[in-house]
């Protein structure tokens, strides 16, 4: 298994009161899944992303990656597992403005501090599957959104990622450009990637082998194999 989360419970202070986001929340991950995560505006989608990418921590349980026990991980060697394991897709990108697209899809080779040749090759390949070469010498504030997501997604999965995390990734994209999106993702899970999906997107989720939504703080199985998800207990099961 890649990654096993166990009874989490994620609480954010709001003023004097704490309002509890995730309660008693397990998944089960396994090499090679593509997994939706749906639910209501609010219910705690991106929450329980920042959770598996080791940019949020928790209040009750516990996250296992490959059985390692990431909760008592110290900080830096919670950064240390996001730089090796995890790409991150967000809603709003986070590129560097400033820079040009290979440079922005470097970045991560850099921060593993992978020799100049290799971080080249490295990137080439995935300026050539995302179908983005023509423009890699731009920079990112000259670019339009589907050209910006593809870059976002290429410096995601550039370090090949033992788990892909993506934040609506289609979401304000033209149909077209959201295929083209989708076609990525098919290949990336052809290939043997991990990855999340938070989406609201029907067309988005059917790509994926399983479907959960995030619903009064838990997740139940919409469309996968009931046997991976424990916290179905509670809740029914809609096939
Ligand atoms: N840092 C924070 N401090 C306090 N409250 C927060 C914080 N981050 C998120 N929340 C609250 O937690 C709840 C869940 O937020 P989250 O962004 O995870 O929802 P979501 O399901 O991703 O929503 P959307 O679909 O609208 O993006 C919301 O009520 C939000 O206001």
Known sequence: MLLELSGITKRFKNGTKYQEILENLDLRI???????????????????????GGLL??????????????????????????????????????????????????????YLRLPKKLVKSMVES????????????????????????????????????AILLADEPTGSLDEETEEFILKIFDKLHQKGMTFVIVTHDDTVSSHCQHIYEL???????????????????DEPLVL
């Open 30 to 52: 396994y090499e090679g899944d593509s997994i939706a995560i749906k639910g209501k505006s609010g219910c705690g989608k991106s929450t329980l992303l920042n959770i598996l």
């Open 57 to 110: 921590p928790f209040d009750e349980g516990e996250m296992l990656f490959k059985s390692r026990n990431i909760s008592t991980l110290t900080v830096n060697e919670q950064a240390e597992y996001r730089r090796k394991n995890v790409g991150f897709v967000t809603q709003n990108f986070h590129l560097l403005d400033d820079r040009n697209v290979y440079d922005n899809i470097a970045l991560p080779l850099q």
């Open 126 to 161: 995935v300026l050539y599957d995302l179908e983005i070469e023509h423009i890699m010498k731009r920079h990112i504030s000259t670019l339009s959104g589907g050209e910006r997501q593809r870059v976002a997604i290429a410096r995601a999965i550039v370090k090949k990622p």
């Open 215 to 233: 619903h009064h703080k838990k997740l139940r199985l919409f469309r996968g194999v009931a046997s991976e998800i424990n916290s179905l207990k």
